[in-house]
Nanobody
Framework: QVDLLESGGGSVQAGGSLRLACKDS????????MGWFRQAPGKEREFVAA????????YYGDSVKGRFVISRDNAKSTVYLQMNELKPEDTAVYYC?????????????????WGRGTQVTVSS
């Protein structure tokens, strides 16, 4: 059983930073590829970042590459998203997701479990 809960969202000015966390209250966190997605009002859900089970392989969406960093602490069953140089266009609800597959997917469909989301608002 996987139960994901995001935290760390909030409001920040452009250029600022936030760190999101997503904790799994289940018992097999290290067995899942973890990803972050976001959805802005009126837009489709967008891939942000993902990393492998052990955390050694990462992928980023083009719009966040070089500004965001995904990491995980399997001992704490938590995945993080460090967001730097935030822009107004980063405003969205951010979701973490877990995938039982070994391969890392950049699309939402293979992900089996989703958190409830946390709002990030960046003002200019």
């Amino acid at each position: 059983q996987v139960d994901l809960l995001e935290s760390g969202g909030g409001s920040v000015q452009a250029g600022g930073s936030l760190r999101l966390a997503c904790k799994d209250s289940g018992f097999s966190f290290s067995s899942y590829v973890m990803g972050w997605f976001r959805q802005a009002p009126g837009k489709e859900r967008e891939f942000v970042a993902a990393l492998s089970r052990e955390g050694s392989i990462t992928y980023y969406g083009d719009s966040v590459k070089g500004r965001f960093v995904i990491s995980r602490d399997n001992a704490k069953s938590t995945v993080y998203l460090q967001m730097n140089e935030l822009k107004p266009e980063d405003t969205a609800v951010y979701y973490c997701a877990a995938d039982r597959s070994y391969a890392i997917s950049l699309t939402e469909h293979p992900y089996d479990y989703w958190g409830r989301g946390t709002q990030v608002t960046v003002s200019s």
